[in-house]
C-alpha cells in the first residue's frame, strides 16, 4: 500500500550537516504520519523523529530535540530529516517509517511500512 525510499546518507565530519528523505509512492492520497528511525550496530533500532499527516505537528526524540528537524513536502511525496551539528554517536542507519494513522507516533510497531536505509556516518 505504500513503498518508502531513503536517501542522502553519507560520511560527514563531525560538527557537519546532512539532509535525509524518504520518498512514498502508493496509497500517498491517503493522510499518514511518518517517522524517522535509526540502528547503530550492536544497539536496538532507535527513535528519532515524527510528523503528522500535514506536517502541523512534530515530536523528537531527546538525542535529536535542537538538532534535527522532521518535516514533510505532501504535493511531493517526500519526507525529510535535516541533521545539523552531527556527532559521531550519530553514526546509524537511518529508516523513514510510514502509517495511515493521523497522529505521531514514537513506537517501531506502530508503523507498517518501513524503507530499506540509508547509512549515515559521522567521523570524528
Known amino acids: 500500500q505504500l513503498q518508502l525510499v531513503e536517501s542522502g546518507g553519507r560520511l560527514v565530519q563531525a560538527g557537519g550537516s546532512l539532509r535525509l528523505s524518504c520518498a512514498a509512492s502508493?496509497?500517498?492520497?491517503?493522510?499518514?504520519?511518518m517517522g524517522w528511525f535509526r540502528q547503530a550496530p550492536g544497539k536496538e533500532r532507535e527513535f528519532v523523529a515524527t510528523?503528522?499527516?500535514?506536517?502541523?505537528?512534530?515530536y523528537y526524540a531527546d538525542t535529536a530535540r535542537g538538532r534535527f528537524t522532521i518535516s514533510r513536502d505532501n504535493a511531493r511525496n517526500t519526507a525529510y530529516l535535516q541533521m545539523n551539528s552531527l556527532k559521531p554517536d550519530d553514526t546509524a542507519v537511518y529508516y523513514c517509517?510510514?502509517?495511515?494513522?493521523?497522529?505521531?507516533?514514537?513506537?517501531?510497531?506502530?508503523?507498517?511500512?518501513w524503507g530499506q536505509g540509508t547509512q549515515v556516518t559521522v567521523s570524528s
Open positions: 502508493g496509497r500517498t492520497a491517503s493522510n499518514y504520519v
Open positions: 510528523i503528522d499527516g500535514n506536517g502541523a505537528s512534530t
Open positions: 517509517a510510514a502509517d495511515f494513522r493521523y497522529g505521531l507516533a514514537v513506537a517501531s510497531h506502530d508503523y507498517d511500512f
